[in-house]
């Protein structure tokens, strides 16, 4: 079994910057993608930020330029570093890992709200 725990989300102004962590634990023999999601209330879903076992990043438009992934291999963790927020940023944002062959799994989730 793996387990996924996120942390760092809060409130925070707009402009400001938080920085998100993601830590998999368990049985794990290759992560092959670790990455952030987001659901805003009455929204869908969706892919804020990826990185596969090779390195290759990828952002949703909307956070190119604001927002930088990165992952400690060595550790299994992941993070989001969130500059320039604005208040569309809010949202839960949840952590993906995928071992690949149909097995992935989701962390609870950190809730992010950007609001004066």
């Known amino acids: 079994q793996v387990q996924v725990v996120e942390s760092g989300g809060g409130l925070v102004q707009p402009g400001g910057s938080l920085k998100l962590s993601c830590a998999a634990s368990g049985i794990i023999f290759r992560i092959e993608t670790m990455a952030w999601y987001r659901q805003a209330p009455g929204k869908q879903r969706e892919l804020v930020a990826a990185?596969?076992?090779?390195?290759?990043?990828t952002y949703a438009d909307s956070v190119k330029g604001r927002f930088t992934l990165s992952r400690d291999y060595a550790e299994n963790t992941l993070y989001l570093q969130m500059n320039s927020l604005k208040p569309d940023d809010t949202a839960v944002y949840y952590c993906?890992?995928?071992?690949?062959?149909?097995?992935?799994?989701w962390g609870q989730g950190t809730q992010v709200t950007v609001s004066s």
């Open positions: 993906n890992v995928d071992l690949g062959r149909a097995s992935d799994y």
């Open positions: 990185i596969n076992m090779y390195g290759t990043i």
